[in-house]
């Protein structure tokens, strides 16, 4: 078996004294769609800014392949940080900057191409989110949907190995949600990446999700890990089935 | 709805054996209505001994909104921590519903946060720990910045020209008509302060040198650095601040660009680049302020002016202002862009950085010229 792209082991997180989760143990293969899930408050963003450099853990370890995260030096940590993607919520452009220049600032940055070059991938980036011709606008001119999408064309732009989105679908219409699902599907088809998303849509999280894992707020660690199908079709844990059901199969059994 | 005479809501009691009690509530109970204050109730529910059942009924409610729920809630929470049972079928159909959805997700523990009574000595203990991871945090912070700076000498800080264009531009050409205004006004205020002692013993001349070695020595550097400090100081620390609350810096680090390089670094050059030359600028502008007050009020002429300014003023005086101006530049930018970094995650901590900015940057100024002004003093320059 090949190394796991990402290995979480007894990752645990908090806040100064404020425990949010503790013990965390899962793998991420490469090329999967996996899924961060759990109840609003279990800490699944504050998991992703642990993956994606932003937080130091408390205690534990993530391994990208087989290297140490946060045990590397620090410009280890940054050529790590250059093979990843981040879709941040809320899109996180850069609103003194068009989007043309969002998304060359890291091809510039870390590329030798030309600037001729840097502005055809940028058109082809801007016109796989569907957003060809908006080049010029700067952030504030677009919807909070248009806005992800740039983000997500600003994710991509140096082509990552690992593409990170931190709940893509909210905000957006079904429609929307649905063709961005279909986006990351492609991406993985056809690139390869390995996609970690952080969301609570069930939709999204069956239609795309090829493992995952789910955060209990309540005994502040993991319950499971695995493909949500199977989870859904194996566990035996209530909390698990209530939330990848709706709470459906609970109504039932008390009402 | 209710007339106004009518406009309010009932409780009463009716005792149904030695360990029951029906509680009605009736009339009005919307957000206009006049109720008894839940404590009276619950006071007067005290009053039965050996309660066992409280039986909530509703009775001609003439209209009610959340005011009738919380009321209930309120008395149901009162009989579970007495261990009596309150029974609300009596209710609508409607309340009871929404009271099932208000108890549907019961109270997180620990997730009620108390305000307890702190002592004075928990206070100042709390106070000084403050005090101290501010302290700290300046001192991270100055660390990154010289980091940066020594990648910016070796050649390989990441940041865009342009951006460093811009943040001269705005701490420099722009800055230059609300300079111009200040340091006039303040070079006028020095003559005429200094004019009513010197008129005295007829050394109206004299202003000259009090003018000339007030503003370059002292003034000059001091007044850019205070308009400064409130223009480009507040200015970083809310655009960083902003780009903070907006994820936009999160977004820098994670694309492996180190936000005290792209952003810190163009700031803190723009600034130390142009404070020197907007303080030999305001030098000049409160030299002719000075003149402006003398020649026209007293009697001495432009050209006297100038040869006695010239004969005063030195070009180590010139040095020092400069020197100073150069060392406020780099604390005005450091206050500034720490704010700015360490600013919070919503819309009131963008203003109290910006608040902060311009206090500490003040702060430090004075702290900084007094410093200077007593070593310069000592080395008798």
Redesign the interface.
């Known amino acids: 078996m090949t190394t796991p792209h990402i290995t979480v082991t007894n990752l645990t997180m908090a806040y100064g004294d404020f425990l949010i989760q503790r013990d965390l143990n899962f793998t991420i293969e490469h090329s999967d769609i996996f899924i961060i899930m759990g109840g609003s408050g279990c800490g699944k963003s504050t998991l992703l800014?642990h993956l994606?450099?932003?937080q130091r853990p408390a205690k534990g370890d993530v391994f990208y392949e087989r290297q140490d995260f946060w045990h590397a030096s620090d410009e280890e940590r940054?050529?790590i940080?250059?093979h990843?993607g981040?879709l941040?919520?809320?899109g996180?452009?850069?609103?003194s900057l068009t989007l043309a220049e969002n998304i060359a600032?890291?091809l510039?940055?870390?590329t030798g191409l030309s600037r001729y070059e840097i502005a055809d991938i940028v058109s082809y980036k801007l016109a796989l989110v569907g957003l060809a011709g908006f080049e010029d606008y700067y952030p504030s001119e677009l919807s909070g949907g248009m806005q992800k999408r740039a983000g997500l064309a600003?994710a991509m732009a140096l082509d990552p190995e690992i593409l990170f989105f931190d709940e893509p679908s909210a905000g957006l219409d079904p429609v929307s949600a649905r063709l961005l699902d279909d986006l990351i599907v492609s991406l993985r088809d056809t690139l390869g990446t390995t996609i970690v998303v952080v969301t609570h849509e069930l939709a999204s999280i069956f239609a795309i999700g090829t493992n995952s894992v789910f955060l209990d707020?309540?005994t502040k660690t993991m319950l499971a890990t695995g493909s949500p199908k199977k989870l859904l079709a194996e566990s035996s844990d209530a909390k698990i089935i209530q939330f990848l059901t709706r709470g459906e199969s609970d109504a039932n059994k008390s009402v | 709805m209710n007339t106004a005479g009518t406009a309010s809501g009932q409780v009463s009691f009716i005792p149904v054996d030695e360990s029951t009690v029906a509680m009605k509530l009736s009339g009005s109970w919307s957000n206009d209505a006049s109720i008894r204050p839940v404590e009276q109730v619950l006071a007067e529910l005290s009053a039965f001994k050996n309660l066992k059942l409280v039986l909530l009924q509703a009775h001609d409610l003439a209209g009610w909104d959340s005011r009738l729920p919380a009321y209930v809630l309120k008395i149901i929470d009162y009989c579970q921590t007495r261990h009596i049972e309150a029974d609300a079928s009596g209710l609508p159909e409607g309340i009871q519903a929404l009271l099932k959805l208000a108890r549907a997700v019961p109270e997180r523990a620990g997730a009620r946060r108390t305000t307890q009574q702190k002592s004075t000595l928990a206070e100042i203990g709390k106070t000084v720990m403050n005090g101290l991871k501010d302290a700290k945090g300046l001192l991270a912070f100055i660390g990154e910045t010289l980091l940066a700076c020594a990648t910016l000498i070796r050649g390989k800080a990441r940041f865009r020209s342009i951006d460093l264009f811009l943040c001269i531009q705005d701490a420099g050409p722009s800055a230059l008509p609300i300079v111009t205004l200040i340091s006039l006004l303040v070079g006028l205020i020095l003559a005429f302060v200094g004019a009513v002692q010197l008129a005295m013993f007829g050394a109206q001349i004299y202003i000259a040198d009090l003018v000339g070695l007030g503003t370059v020595r002292e003034m000059g550097a001091l007044m850019t650095a205070v308009i400064m400090s409130g223009r480009t100081g507040a200015a970083y620390a809310a655009q960083l601040g902003t780009m903070n609350v907006n994820s936009e810096i999160d977004a820098l680090k994670t694309m492996g660009i180190s936000p005290m390089e792209f952003l810190v670094l163009p700031r803190m050059l723009a600034l130390i680049l142009m404070m020197p030359l907007l303080c030999l600028y305001a030098d000049l502008m409160g030299m002719l302020g000075g003149a402006l007050v003398t020649v026209s009020a007293f009697d001495v002429s432009l050209i006297q002016y100038y040869n006695e300014t010239q004969k005063a003023v030195h070009l180590t005086d010139f040095s020092i202002g400069l020197f100073k101006s150069l060392v406020f530049a780099a604390l005005i930018a450091t206050a500034g862009c720490m704010r700015g970094m360490q600013c919070g995650r919503s819309a009131s901590a963008v203003g109290d950085a910006a608040t902060a900015a311009v206090v500490n940057s003040i702060v430090y100024i004075v702290v900084a010229d007094s410093v200077i002004t007593l070593i310069c003093d000592r080395l008798g320059i």
């Open positions: 800014r994606i450099g932003l940054v050529r940080m250059r990843i981040v941040y919520q809320t996180a452009l850069f609103s600032l890291p510039g940055e870390f600003r707020p309540d």
